[in-house]
């Protein structure tokens, strides 16, 4: 995942450790890179930037839908960057914080920021330099898990944690599932809007996407959820630099 200089040793050596996922579903990467291949449109080759693109297969899978366009994988964890050179031609490291990404003030036309967004230490300062790299009226398309997904809202009443919050790098507690995977912060689909509207984008879509990790007997419930994004597990926003 895309980190900085700034954090903690045991954090950053936590996002170096291999057993930490550095991939999500391949769902939430195909709506994605629909929603970016279509507004796109018929735009000549672009320069897209998969910031923080884990092991690379959600840009592989991305890259059918984006024909002619040079997706460029970049990624703080040289232990992802490893993985990463097996699916792309492009993955080089890069930071949002600290010395900033490798790359010119309006150098790339589409940033897919895919589950990065709630494992940051500085989100504001990670958008900022987003838009540094992003041309005018160039594309964001970013995901992050859904605070208020529907099963949230009932785990809450209960008492429990909700599904995607971590109250520790160590080991799971007060939720369902067993992965620890080093969230930091949580949005709901109002929030996050008004996050990257004050960061000096203008929201054109918001859509939602299954988890993967969600029971199998509750999956059906969870693609129809996706038609209330305020509900998805997933949040998909795109939005434009202005």
């Known amino acids: 995942m895309t980190s900085t200089e700034q954090l903690p040793k045991d954090l950053r050596d936590f996002y170096e450790d291999p057993a930490v996922p550095v991939a999500s579903g391949t769902p939430r990467s195909l709506r994605q890179a ?44 040289q232990d992802a960057l490893k993985r990463a050179r097996a699916h792309l031609t492009y993955a080089i490291r890069g930071e949002l914080t600290g010395d900033g990404l490798p790359f010119g003030t309006g150098s790339a036309d589409a940033v897919l920021f895919s589950e990065v967004i709630e494992h940051l230490v500085d989100p504001d300062a990670a958008l900022d330099e987003i838009r540094r790299v992003l041309r005018p009226g160039g594309h964001l398309m970013l995901s992050t898990p859904n605070l208020a997904a529907w099963y949230n809202r009932a785990l809450l009443l209960a008492g429990v944690q909700p599904v995607f919050s971590e109250v520790s790098l160590r080991a799971v507690h007060g939720r369902p599932g067993r992965e620890v995977v080093g969230h930091l912060r949580l949005y709901t689909a109002r929030a996050l809007r008004e996050f990257v509207t004050a960061a000096g984008f203008e929201v054109v879509r918001l859509e939602g996407a299954p988890f993967h990790g969600v029971p199998r007997p509750l999956r059906p419930f969870d693609r129809l959820a996706c038609a209330r994004p305020s509900l998805a597990s997933i949040l998909l926003l795109h939005a434009r630099r202005t």
């Open 34 to 77: 629909r929603m970016l291949a279509a507004a796109l449109g018929t735009e000549r080759a672009r320069t897209i930037l998969d910031i923080g693109c884990g092991d690379g297969t959600a840009a592989a899978t991305a890259a059918p839908l984006l024909p002619g366009h040079r997706i460029i994988g970049v990624d703080w964890s």
